[in-house]
């Protein structure tokens, strides 16, 4: 990763709607893009370096705004924007179709070779992305929101999936993986579910305790463990 710069990358969706995301650019690319969709605040610095190590391994990367204007929301505004934005996916993945867009016409991008992924909220953005169609070859959520609500909607998805979370996660118990598992499996998608042993939410954000919230602590071990498992996985879907 030596030598990557990412620079602050200003796009827009529908009706004139801005966004400021972040863009990495590898040295030598390999043809393959990568959306990565922030956790529940804004696009930070996680998302910013996240992006600059993918574009370390070939990879184009576009941390992708979807909350528009690079807009950063306080911790105790969070709720009812992520409440809103899950009851009703439509803005969100017009937001993120047009970062998809955006990442898409990049030079050297191959339109069949990109990736959606996402942490925390993102994850569950990554995969709505999907849900509602967009051309994306793979979906990979790191301690990710699982949506389970209109599963009809599962069917759209057009790419590979795979979700890795901690098996103690409480934002995500066992009973809403095996709704997700079974829309899945209805819709017929080629998915697959890491669960890391005795692992809770937001396991590869450093600082996370900072936050002072329940069930949220970060995991070198699985940090480690999922960001392998994302690479083998893109290894068998868009290449690189």
């Known amino acids: 990763m030596a030598g990557i710069e990412g620079r602050p990358f200003d796009y827009r969706g529908a009706g004139g709607a801005r966004y400021r995301g972040y863009l990495a650019l590898p040295e030598r690319a390999n043809g393959a893009a990568v959306l990565v969709a922030h956790a529940a605040p804004g696009v930070g610095d996680h998302d910013r370096a996240v992006a600059r190590r993918l574009a370390g391994l070939g990879y184009v990367a576009l941390a992708a705004d979807y909350h528009g204007e690079g807009e950063i929301i306080p911790i105790a505004e969070l709720r009812p924007r992520i409440d809103a934005l899950a009851a009703d996916p439509v803005p969100l993945r017009e937001a993120l179709g ?7 016409g990049q030079p050297g991008v191959d ?26 070859a793979a979906v990979v959520g790191f301690h990710s929101g699982l949506p389970i609500e209109r599963p009809e909607e ?30 899945m499996n209805a819709a017929g998608i080629d998915w697959q579910m890491h669960l890391y042993g005795g692992i809770k939410h937001s396991f590869t ?3 996370v305790e900072k936050l002072g919230l329940p069930g949220m602590a970060y995991d070198r071990t699985a940090d480690d463990r999922s ?10 879907t868009i290449g690189g």
Do not use: S
Request: with cysteine.
């Open 205 to 207: 954000m450093q600082g």
């Open 111 to 136: 339109r069949a070779r990109i990736a959606a992924i996402g942490y925390c909220f993102g994850g569950f953005a990554a995969l709505e992305l999907a849900r509602g169609g967009a051309d994306v």
């Open 98 to 104: 047009a970062a998809l867009v955006a990442l898409a």
């Open 227 to 236: 960001w392998r498992a994302m690479l083998d996985f893109f290894g068998e």
């Open 154 to 183: 599962a069917h759209a998805i057009k790419g590979k999936v795979l979700i890795l979370n901690g098996a103690d996660d409480p934002v995500v118990p066992p009973e809403k993986r095996l709704a997700f598992e079974a829309q």
